[in-house]
């Protein structure tokens, strides 16, 4: 199983001098796995008679697999809920069998019941659907393998990538395919109002968790209790999505910790001896809510989900979404990220229990290996034609000759193929780098303290693709380079006109304190009105993602400042610190060294 680090990678530093510093990175071109298209056979063969196979998934080694009623008693009577219930006795006027009645009515909302007859259910209609609306579904066949091995030796926590509803269903439905056990997920309350489907869902193994636990000990600790215990257990592999909710512009969300907090546990409390963490991508051509996110992106509320949307969904039975291809990356071992970073030791000190108050050293942990799970995501992402097709016609508005599309487009497929290398560069310029990096971490997903490696392999593909050339003294951009970055600025230079345009709006902001709600309305308008003079073109600041990244962002940056007030947030301008990040934008102030660079 894979360890820690990427074994196909090097990073050296010639000297520790700033002014004189040789940074070199180099790294193996990555050979990719072979991909089976699973339609394939599901097109000649019946779909009754695969939904009625004989299953019978692998197991963790030495476990007798339990059933849901026995996970529930497991959790009711474990000492860390019974211990919960009788500090919350002690501390209200509830007793504690008021307060096991209630523990056991939110195992009664929580959990799965998952059945096989459920699971064939799926799997005769999945593939139904499926072949109707999808021309192949591609799955590493390596991956497979990997994961077969997997399930067998430790517990296995699944990470795919967010970007549909589709994505937990589909993944259920791979492992059924291929006599993996089908995952325990954990799926938002809100699926519970679809009449029937939350039934179908819950008895497919999704386990439902509310949005948010609002500080009530009680289903947190049944909450966490209830995962762990399927871990322990062996029960089946547990899949959730690091992002929480869908990506609405298929761009990575930045990670949340809750879950991946609890599925460690175990391991630092020594009551399992590894666990396994797969990250897996999934990439579609053509996504099923595309529309969707469009009205929600400009503000649209999101539709309630619901069996009745459903059903009026069913009109994209009639279309065509071209092609997924789902990358099972590799598993990387929990205690292997563990050894030589995090002592178990302190869980020793107090029975396992007893909560404890996470530590900041265990908090930097999980937020790395949180990024780390998700940057394997991106890594085996897999870029369609369409995907570059529409990246070309994005930069040539509002048309272009279909000879020089074609031209463009395959220019760009090389581009995409040679990125992967070595690099070293001046420090004034890292600096900028390291500045625009500040700015744009909620845009982008960023390992934590990896500055100076991203910003090598960003150079090198510049080198490795012939974009510059690096002499002793001088940067000089190759004849070829012009194309390449005039490309690479347009895709960029939509985010940093987005956030000048918000920089200018703050500036033009009366009001001494707002909230996000107030923000949205007013940059909106804002912006509307300088679409329609003519005074802008940036149409991408309307998203709300956008707004919403940039005001996350300027918080964090010190533009603006954020405080607390009964229980709302409201913001404050710091006006010298925006007009001076609107400058540096704008290229119009120097970024500085990277230590500055931050307002």
């Given at each position: ?168 269903l589909l993944l259920s439905f ?254 004034d310029i890292y600096g900028c ?103 802008s073109q940036c149409y991408d ?59």
């Amino acid at each position: 199983m894979e360890s820690s680090g990427s074994s196909g990678s090097c990073f050296s530093v010639g000297s520790t001098s700033p002014g004189a510093v040789v940074l070199l990175y180099s790294k193996e071109i990555k050979k990719w796995d072979e991909f089976e298209d699973i339609l394939e056979e599901r097109r000649h063969v019946s779909d009754l008679k695969f939904a009625m196979k004989c299953y019978t998934p692998l197991i963790y080694k030495g476990i007798t697999p339990c059933k849901p009623s026995d996970i529930k008693s497991r959790v009711l009577s474990s000492e860390e809920v019974r211990y919960v219930i009788k500090q919350l006795s002690n501390d209200s006027p509830q007793s504690a069998a008021a307060l096991q009645e209630e523990a056991s009515e939110i195992l009664d909302e929580m959990s799965h019941n998952l059945r096989l007859g459920a699971i064939r259910f799926f799997a005769f209609a999945l593939s139904k659907i499926f072949k109707q609306i999808f021309s192949k579904v591609c799955v590493n066949e390596e991956g497979i393998q990997k994961l077969q091995r997997a399930v067998q030796e430790q517990p296995v926590v699944l990470l795919p990538s967010h970007r549909s509803y589709i994505d937990f269903l589909l993944l259920s439905f791979i492992l059924y395919n291929y006599d993996l056990p089908v995952p325990v997920i954990a799926a938002g309350v809100d699926f519970l109002g679809m009449k029937v489907i939350g039934g179908l869902l819950r008895m497919s193994g999704a386990f439902f968790m509310r949005r948010t636990f609002g500080g009530n000990k009680l289903y947190w600790a049944v909450f966490s209790e209830y995962v762990k215990t399927m871990l322990r257990n062996g029960y089946a592999p547990v899949e959730f999505f690091l992002e929480g909710t869908r990506s609405r512009s298929a761009k990575t969300l930045t990670p949340k910790f809750g879950l991946l907090n609890i599925v460690m546990e175990p391991f630092f409390k020594r009551e399992v001896f590894d666990t396994y963490l797969v990250p897996i991508s999934i990439s579609y051509d053509k996504i099923l809510e595309e529309t969707l996110y469009v009205y929600e992106l400009l503000g649209v509320p999101k539709p309630k989900e619901s069996t009745t949307g459903l059903l009026k969904a069913r009109k994209i039975l009639s279309e065509n979404f071209g092609n997924i291809h789902v990358y099972i990356g590799d598993p990387v071992s929990l205690r292997s990220l563990a050894a030589g970073r995090m002592s178990r030791s302190p869980y020793n000190l107090v029975p396992r229990y007893i909560p404890q108050k996470q530590s900041e050293d265990m908090h930097t942990f999980v937020t790395e290996v949180a990024h780390r799970m998700q940057l394997l995501q991106i890594q085996n992402l897999a870029l369609s034609p369409w995907a570059l097709v529409v990246a070309v016609l994005l930069q040539n508005r509002p048309s272009m000759h279909f000879d020089a599309l074609v031209e463009k487009a395959t220019w760009l497929r090389g581009l995409a193929r040679t990125f992967g290398g070595l690099l070293t560069w001046p420090e004034d310029i890292y600096g900028c780098f390291h500045f625009l990096r500040d700015v744009f971490s909620d845009e982008f997903i960023f390992f934590p303290g990896n500055a100076v490696k991203d910003f090598e392999e960003g150079c090198y593909l510049l080198c490795k693709s012939e974009t510059i050339q690096v002499t002793t003294r001088d940067i000089l951009v190759t004849e070829k380079g012009n194309t390449v970055l005039e490309f690479l600025i347009g895709l960029f230079k939509p985010f940093v006109e987005c956030y000048q345009i918000i920089c200018k709006y703050l500036l033009k902001e009366q009001e001494d304190y707002f909230t996000e709600k107030q923000y949205l309305a007013r940059v909106r308008a804002f912006t509307s009105q300088l679409l329609d003079q003519g005074a802008s073109q940036c149409y991408d600041v309307l998203s709300s993602d956008v707004q919403k990244n940039a005001l996350a962002a300027l918080a964090r940056l010190g533009v603006v400042e954020k405080k607390k007030v009964n229980n709302d947030h409201l913001y404050n301008v710091n006006e010298p610190a925006t007009a001076k990040l609107e400058e540096m934008l704008g290229g119009k102030t120097a970024v500085g060294k990277p230590a500055t660079a931050k307002l």
